[in-house]
């Protein structure tokens, strides 16, 4: 079984839903971030978590929130969606530096 | 200008090349060096941490300069197997901060 998934992996879905994204590890690790990617640009952080009772904002974090729901799960939300972040959506998790990525979401909004 | 620059690509290379990836960083600050790599739709996977001496794992070797902010990856000898993207990785800030910067990758496409 891989050590962080992510649900769902793949979203369609209409300007002004609600959606939320999901991410679970099984590697122990304190530290939790979602990032997103589009084509030409690096990975760019949405929100990072140091542990469950800590949250804090990326670079890029409007338009987007965050649960630490436990110490395996983050979920990042996007309460109402708008087609500039059509994007590729990664979890990932770390002990210190090192990070471990989950296999991505691609959402799409139309 | 960005914090982490690489390379501009793609790199077409054909099998058994010698292929060099060059990337800049600045924040003098950083302390922790990675390569990672992406296959297209994947998942970045970790190739790599690069430390001050130099570091060599099997084909690859990987070298940082601090005083120059200078990060490099040398692939010998390219298996098609090797074509993906490359990320420069630094983190942000000194020390233990967990807070990574991307470089845009630069890709290779190995050729038979």
């Known amino acids: 079984d891989a050590d962080v998934t992510q649900t769902p992996r793949n979203r369609i879905t209409k300007t002004g839903k609600r959606i939320m994204l999901e991410c679970s590890q099984t590697?122990?690790?304190?530290?939790m971030y979602w990032y997103r990617q589009d084509p030409g640009l690096g990975l760019r952080l949405i929100y990072y978590s140091f542990d469950v009772k800590d949250i804090n904002k990326g670079e890029i974090s409007d338009g987007y929130s965050v649960s630490r729901q436990a110490q395996a799960k983050f979920s990042l939300s996007l309460e109402s969606a708008i087609p500039n972040q059509t994007a590729l959506y990664f979890c990932?998790?770390?002990?210190?530096?090192?990070?471990?990525f989950g296999p991505g979401t691609r959402l799409t909004v139309l | 200008r960005k914090e982490v620059e690489q390379d501009p690509g793609p790199f077409n290379v054909p099998e058994g090349a010698t292929v060099a990836f060059n990337c800049t960083y600045s924040n003098s600050a950083s302390q922790s060096f990675f390569w990672y790599r992406q296959d297209c739709r994947k998942e970045p996977k970790l190739l790599m941490s690069v430390y001050s001496s130099g570091n060599e794992d099997g084909r690859f070797t990987a070298q940082l300069n601090r005083a120059s902010q200078y990060i490099s990856l040398l692939i010998r000898d390219s298996k098609l197997s090797d074509s993906a993207t490359y990320l420069c990785v630094v983190n942000r800030g000194s020390s233990n901060t967990g807070k990574l910067i991307f470089g845009q990758g630069t890709t290779l496409q190995v050729k038979p």
């Open positions: 590697k122990g690790h304190d530290r």
């Open positions: 990932a998790t770390s002990f210190y530096n090192e990070q471990f």
